[in-house]
């Protein structure tokens, strides 16, 4: 199993904070693209000031950029880097792509689809001859003509931040990593096999992708701290789970009903929409925030470690709290309890 960590390139000091990650032996970083910084700028940076760590995005929103324009900045971070950058995308929703993009959030998984295949073509310095139904390429009844991108030919992985069984069985099929939101070891099944029937589909295996799953990560000796950890981590999915998305169309809610919680996050939807912060954080399900995180002692993270690695997790993405040098010494105490 490897270690990935979320990663800030704008916070004070971040070019030696990532050196000292990378001399830890932490395997990659992972910068998020919301609506703040954009994420290939800070990697950009960070690849400038160091050796040997991997860089991705953690994601990309699609339709935020052209396909062939995310190819071509994909290919230059890939190139500056030395083959260390991996290419993190996912659709994220309506409330995000309307709301700032100011793009129409519609055919999610066909645009990822599309969006891979192109990457892939210039990628391999092809003719840009892409008969797509949502990315067409030249434009139908256009003056435009298929062009061959100029740029040195190398592969850049893909990882896909999916949780809908339609983009989870594309991922499957085409992706070279998953980035997995929200992911319960005890309930693996539920994101992996349709990951699983989607490789099979097309000969391939779910080993043959790199699994992914983001978690907070706080060493806590005391079960009373590691409790109260265990309830903010949970409280925090309040946001994600009232704002991240419109009504009827919030990917996380989708996927958390599949996990068995749907009575409750629809009650913390409707407590947020109404207005009710407080009372929407204090619903959401405590295992939520139990389960899709490492909290406790070495021994208890540890456990949580060999659950992931078990059902097929090959990379661990630690969100950490606090200042760099508390985020290093967590760090530090993480590396060892690693599944070999």
Do not use: C
Not at 260 to 276: I, Y
Not at 286 to 307: M, Q
């Amino acid at each position: 199993m490897r270690l990935g960590v979320a990663f800030d390139p704008h916070a004070p000091g971040a070019g030696g904070h990532a050196r000292r990650l990378e001399d830890l032996g932490v395997d990659s970083v992972w910068v998020p693209e919301v609506w703040g910084y954009d994420a290939l700028t800070g990697l950009a940076h960070t690849a400038a000031v160091t050796e040997r760590l991997g860089l991705g995005t953690f994601v990309v929103q699609l339709g935020s950029r052209s396909p062939a324009l995310l190819a071509t900045s994909a290919l230059s971070l890939q190139h500056l880097s030395g083959g260390r950058f991996r290419l993190g995308i996912g659709v994220s929703g309506p409330q995000v792509m309307e709301g700032w993009h100011g793009v129409r959030f519609r055919r999610p998984v066909q645009t990822t689809r599309e969006t891979i295949e192109i990457v892939r073509m210039v990628s391999r310095g092809e003719r840009l001859d892409h008969p797509g139904e949502v990315y067409p390429l030249p434009l139908p009844d256009s003056e435009g003509s298929a062009l061959v991108p100029l740029v040195h030919p190398e592969p850049v992985p893909v990882y896909v931040a999916a949780m809908g069984p339609a983009n989870l069985r594309l991922t499957g099929e085409v992706a070279d990593g998953w980035l997995g939101n929200a992911f319960v070891p005890e309930a693996a099944d539920v994101m992996l096999d349709p990951i699983r029937e989607g490789a099979a589909s097309v000969g391939r295996r779910l080993a043959d992708l790199d699994l992914v799953a983001p978690v907070a990560v706080q060493f806590a000796d005391d079960p009373a701290a590691a409790e109260a950890a265990v309830v903010e981590h949970a409280r925090g999915y309040a946001f994600t789970i009232g704002a991240m998305g419109t009504r009827g169309r919030n990917f996380y809610n989708d996927a958390f009903a599949r996990l068995g919680f749907a009575a409750e996050v629809a009650e913390v939807e409707r407590l947020w929409r109404a207005g009710d912060r407080e009372a929407a954080r204090a619903t959401v399900p405590i295992e939520l925030g139990r389960l899709t995180n490492l909290v406790g002692t070495d021994a208890e993270i540890a456990d949580r470690l060999e659950r992931h690695a078990s059902v097929g997790i090959t990379t661990v993405l630690a969100k950490l709290a606090g200042p760099g040098d508390e985020q290093l010494r967590t760090v530090e105490r993480l590396l060892p309890l690693l599944p070999a």
